[in-house]
T-cell receptor, first 111, second 112 residues
Framework: DVKVTQSSRYLVKRTGEKVFLECVQD?????MFWYRQDPGLGLRLIYF???????EKGDIPEGYSVSREKKERFSLILESASTNQTSMYLC??????????FGSGTRLTVV | EDQVTQSPEALRLQEGESSSLNCSYT??????LFWYRQDPGKGPEFLFT???AGEEKEKERLKATLTKKESFLHITAPKPEDSATYLC?????????????FGRGTSLIVHP
């Protein structure tokens, strides 16, 4: 089975901190994605990547950046964390034309 | 623009009370429709992929069906452990995009 591993299940960070969320997949998938999920808003796409060193903005990229230096790893960076970035962050990967496999999520709280 | 609407938003059932969840979609050519289950505080877990109208998939008490406009997730004789949020997503065949459009989900609670 494909596995997508997110480095932390829970994180608490202070306003203004730089935050790194790490995601690793083990099935050689080309595509990787970062979503945030909030009650009543559903899944919102932040960034995605279809190849190493490639990245594309999703629907809500403001305040975030990403890095994909290796095919299996896709990092989400909060440049200066703010309280409105408190959320559940989900990483996913997929092969071309297939559905997603999600990680278990990171619950980030910014205080 | 691709759209996915799930109904109802929330559903409460008694154990053993069968029901269906609906996913209505508009998409310019369907590549695939996906169902996921999400438990609180966890990432969505893949359940089914449906590709064409008339197709059906089953897993334990769950059965997913697909028409040209909607998909149903039928839950037969549910148990409390079936309580979760069920997400539907569609992937368009045209435009080269592989980004699925997600619905907002149906929150299912099954009471013992």
């Amino acid at each position: 089975d494909v596995k997508v591993t997110q480095s932390s299940r829970y994180l608490v960070k202070r306003t203004g901190e730089k935050v790194f969320l790490e995601c690793v997949q083990d099935m050689d998938h080309e595509n990787m994605f970062w979503y945030r999920q909030d009650p009543g808003l559903g899944l919102r796409l932040i960034y995605f990547s279809y190849d190493v060193k490639m990245k594309e903005k999703g629907d809500i990229p403001e305040g975030y950046s990403v890095s994909r230096e290796k095919k299996e790893r896709f990092s989400l960076i909060l440049e200066s964390a703010s309280t409105n970035q408190t959320s559940m962050y989900l990483c996913a990967s997929s092969g071309v034309g297939y559905g997603y496999t999600f990680g278990s999520g990171t619950r980030l709280t910014v205080v | 623009e691709d759209q996915v609407t799930q109904s109802p938003e929330a559903l409460r059932l008694q154990e053993g009370e069968s029901s269906s969840l609906n996913c209505s979609y508009t998409v310019s050519g369907l590549r695939g429709l996906f169902w996921y289950r999400q438990d609180p505080g966890k990432g969505p877990e893949f359940l089914f992929t449906l590709y064409s109208a008339g197709e059906e998939k089953e897993k334990e008490r769950l059965k997913a069906t697909l028409t040209k406009k909607e998909s149903f997730l039928h839950i037969t004789a549910p148990k409390p452990e079936d309580s979760a949020t069920y997400l539907c997503a569609v992937q368009a065949a045209s435009g080269g995009s592989y980004i699925p459009t997600f619905g907002r989900g149906t929150s299912l609670i099954v009471h013992p």
